[in-house]
């Protein structure tokens, strides 16, 4: 092959999709593609899917659509959950000229010259798990320290998708988050799949508190001026152990991902789910009592096969008594292949829809009372690099994930970390104001 055709990566879902993404664009970037932010003008378009709803793949697929009107040209690649689960759905739709599994993100560059110089179809591999941290221009970073998954939620394609748990040895994460502390990010998420379950496939196993422990006496975070964020962690791999690496680690954001799906006991059995509703609520108390002004975010699923009115209304009444600062929400969809898509007991779709309007309801009451109790409160804030859109306004993101602009005119380099006091919104768009300022 010759001249490399100008290629752009495009990312859907999860925070580890994104992490693949950068490792994709930056591997091209070292084979001498020239890599563009988007896909205008690119005649090379790799596009990293998700497959976790129903929804996800419909955007994939509309997504696809899109590019392929606007550049006719352009060579379409399709990787990720999606083309790892269902490549038979993008066979059917015709929009990828070629369908790479998860195991191909590693060894972009070596499939696609194969590919770009005899047509080669690659044949499925194993997955593998990258190593490198990829190099980012950002001030904030996703690292997946962690793929796959083992466990076996009824609704899930997950597991298909990118097979059993497995985790990056300690000295790779710590490769990678050195490699992080020497191009000055200023934050990196640990991102997996199933991320409390880091080191569990290890010889000897370990914890993901112990890796914590490893990374306090390996590296000069707090000297470095870069904090870490856990992403999502299931509920009762949250254990003792883990909150004490909190109380321990400044450098660790007040932040706690864990995901509900449901607050009815018999919709947890039947998506078995291994914890229970008062497991839930007895963490959720015990973070708050520590932590009063710490995130905590969960997923909430409508409309699960067999949910009852009864059961939603359950789910509703513990998120209302719990200090919640967001949900993500999820209306119920099949996914091919696991074992709720063919349970009898689907719930209609207006009434997941409706369910759904009074989770998102009840969500934009949370994040505005979260914003509310932290109104006053000192924290420090990542300047991050693009400034607000509309006013121009340098903005910064806390350790308890909240958004503020910076005062009209402030001067910062991105990348820092600053303390700032929060103050109510008092501008158009509803954002908090970081008032008062020193940088560390
Ligand atoms: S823990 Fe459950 S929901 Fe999460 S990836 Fe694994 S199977 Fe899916």
Request: hydrophobic share 45%; glycine share 8%.
């Amino acid at each position: 092959m010759s001249v490399k055709p100008r290629a752009a990566v495009l990312t859907m879902g999860c925070k580890v999709n994104q992490f693949e993404s950068a490792a994709m664009a930056e591997s091209l970037r070292a084979a001498g593609y020239e890599v563009a932010g988007g896909p205008s003008g690119a005649d090379l378009l790799v596009l990293n899917t998700c497959t976790v709803t129903q929804k996800a793949d419909q955007e994939a697929l509309s997504l696809l659509r899109r590019l392929r009107r606007a550049a006719p040209g352009a060579r379409l690649v399709v990787t990720g959950c999606l083309a790892e689960a269902d490549p038979e759905l993008l066979a059917a739709a015709g929009l990828a000229d070629l369908v790479l599994g998860q195991a191909d993100k590693d060894r972009l560059v070596s499939r696609l010259a194969a590919w770009l110089d005899g047509a080669e179809r690659p044949a499925a591999a194993p997955p593998a798990l990258e190593v490198t941290a990829p190099l980012s221009e950002r001030t904030r970073a996703f690292y997946k320290i962690q793929d796959g998954c083992s466990a076996g939620c009824a609704y899930c394609a997950v597991p298909r998708a990118r097979g059993p748990s497995r985790s990056l040895e300690p000295d790779r994460v710590l490769a990678g988050l050195r490699s992080y502390l020497g191009r000055g990010v200023a934050e990196v998420v640990l991102c997996g799949i199933h991320l409390g379950r880091w080191g569990w496939d290890l010889t000897p196993s370990l914890k993901l508190a112990e890796l914590l422990h490893i990374m306090d006496g390996e590296l000069e975070l707090e000297a470095a001026a870069c904090r870490l964020r856990l992403s999502s962690l299931e509920p009762l791999e949250v254990d003792d152990e883990l909150l004490a690496a909190f109380e321990m680690y400044d450098w660790l954001a007040p932040h706690f991902h864990l995901p509900l799906q449901s607050g009815s006991d018999r919709v947890l059995e039947l998506m078995g789910r291994p914890y229970r509703r008062a497991d839930f609520r007895r963490l959720a108390e015990n973070i708050n009592r520590v932590w009063p002004l710490a995130a905590l975010g969960t997923d909430v699923m409508a409309g699960f096969p067999g949910e009852t009115e009864a059961d939603f209304q359950a789910t509703l009444e513990l998120l209302a008594d719990l200090p919640f600062s967001y949900y993500h929400i999820f209306p119920y969809s099949p996914r091919p292949g696991t074992p709720a898509a063919a349970r009898p007991g689907q719930v209609p779709e207006h009434l997941k829809r409706r369910r759904a309007e009074a989770l998102k309801k009840a969500d934009q009451a949370a994040r505005m009372n979260f914003a509310r109790r932290n109104w006053g409160t000192a924290q420090t804030g990542l300047v991050e690099n693009r400034p607000h859109q509309a006013s121009g306004r340098l903005k910064v993101l806390t350790g308890n994930s909240l958004s503020a602009l910076l005062p009209p005119g402030l001067k910062i380099a991105p990348g820092r970390l600053i303390q700032v006091t929060l103050a109510s919104p008092a501008n158009p768009w509803g954002l908090l104001e970081a008032s008062e300022h020193q940088i560390n």
